[in-house]
Nanobody
Framework: QVQLVESGGGLVQPGGSLRLSCAASGSIRSITAMGWYRQAPGKQRELVAVIRNGGSTNYADSVKGRFTISRDNGKNTVYLQMNSLKPEDTAIYYC?????????WGQGTQVTVSS
């Protein structure tokens, strides 16, 4: 059974940094992309960043230059380094892994940016 375990969320002041991690507890074959979504109160879930099997990345315009997505395929782990955090980054962040066979979601980790 595959389970995505997220960690690294928490409360941080504006301008601070957090690093989110998402590790697959089970084996996932043929991963094509790993990414992060977020959902703020009253808003739709949105794609934050994605890294594809070839290494290419895409970011939401709102996080470009501040967030960096990376991966460790050997560990089936994806990271999101978040710098220069803003209050509008406050949301539940969800890990997403897409394989040829299925799509997997993490349970979500809360990121709160507040002074």
């Amino acid at each position: 059974q595959v389970q995505l375990v997220e960690s690294g969320g928490g409360l941080v002041q504006p301008g601070g940094s957090l690093r989110l991690s998402c590790a697959a507890s089970g084996s996932i074959r043929s991963i094509t992309a790993m990414g992060w979504y977020r959902q703020a109160p009253g808003k739709q879930r949105e794609l934050v960043a994605v890294i594809r099997n070839g290494g290419s990345t895409n970011y939401a315009d709102s996080v470009k230059g501040r967030f960096t997505i990376s991966r460790d395929n050997g560990k089936n782990t994806v990271y999101l380094q978040m710098n220069s955090l803003k209050p509008e980054d406050t949301a539940i962040y969800y890990c997403n892994v897409v394989s040829v066979f299925s799509t997997y979601w993490g349970q979500g980790t809360q990121v709160t940016v507040s002074s």
